[in-house]
């Protein structure tokens, strides 16, 4: 499974590449936000189009998402066309972020702007991550439109579900808590690693090429469990990758081998 940064953060995506195991970048307008609104707190100027460029060049050899923000097919497509064409020549990594529904009401008649905005701008050959899935359908819909990714949100179907079923937060660190699995769900997904597992599954079964994304990953047990469903991508807060390698006990044993490790050993490794 490969591993994404969700950040636009340029320290943070710095950081992780130089961890060595960085695969690509996702961002969004939210992410953007918290990235702007840091560096205005420190007082610095923000060129938008610099700092987008700095994170492609960052990035440079890894697939990085930026979102469009119009939520109608015209204004999608144009906004693809654009981002693609200011900025995937600086590094030949920009993917598009495209949103399965842009309805901002239940009775829009938009819902379908979306697919048809992935399909026209995949077409041309700019590769599209779709974004918002919360459905195993609405992943099909998107593969068969042509997106070279889809993004289930794991983090946020849980906290759904968890609001639907009256769940409090503090139940569980974890969700679905140990016993709830048989009572909670909603439109037969049952939490957030379920969602992506059903998505797999589907694109699989049918041989579509999209990859599927997991996204709003909150903790390394989801990142483990995404792993284990078949996500063939996470991405993942920065502060989720920092947790990924460390456990108590692995410190304790790198306490007890310095511990235990005589001279003789030692000068024989030092050469």
Excluded: W
């Excluded at 600086?90 to 399965?100: D, G, R, S």
């Excluded at 469903?229 to 989720?240: H, K, R, S």
């Excluded at 410190?251 to 511990?259: D, P, T, V, Y």
């Amino acid at each position: 499974m490969k591993i994404f940064i969700d950040s636009a953060d340029i320290e943070e995506i710095e950081k992780a590449k130089a961890y060595g195991l960085l695969d690509g970048v996702t961002t969004n307008p939210s992410l953007i936000k918290k990235a702007v609104d840091k560096l205005k707190k420190k007082g610095e100027n923000i060129d938008m189009e610099a700092y987008i460029t700095k994170i492609l060049t960052v990035a440079k050899g890894l697939p990085v998402s930026l979102e469009v923000i119009g939520t109608s097919y015209d204004d999608m497509v144009k906004e693809g066309k654009r981002i693609f064409e200011k900025f995937n020549h600086v590094a030949n990594n920009v993917y598009v972020k495209i949103p399965i529904d842009p309805a901002l009401a239940i009775d829009s008649g938009s819902h379908f702007a979306g697919l048809n905005a992935i399909k026209e701008l995949s077409s041309q050959g700019i590769p599209i991550n779709c974004t918002l899935i919360f459905t195993p359908e609405q992943a099909l819909l998107a593969a068969k439109a042509g997106a070279a990714f889809v993004s289930p949100f794991a983090g946020r179907i849980d906290d759904y579900i968890k609001k639907k079923n009256n769940i409090s937060s503090e139940k569980t660190d974890y969700f679905p808590a140990d016993g709830l699995e048989d009572d909670i769900e909603d439109n037969g997904i049952v939490s957030g690693i379920d969602l992506i597992e059903q998505c797999v599954i589907i694109l699989r079964k049918y041989g579509l090429k999209t990859k599927v994304l997991a996204a709003s990953i909150r903790n390394p047990r989801q990142v483990r469990e995404s792993a284990l469903v078949g996500a063939d991508i996470a991405t993942l807060p920065f502060g989720v990758i920092e947790k990924l390698l460390i456990h108590e006990k692995t410190i304790e044993g790198m306490n007890k081998f310095a511990e235990d490790t005589v001279d003789e050993y030692a000068g024989l490794l030092k050469g």
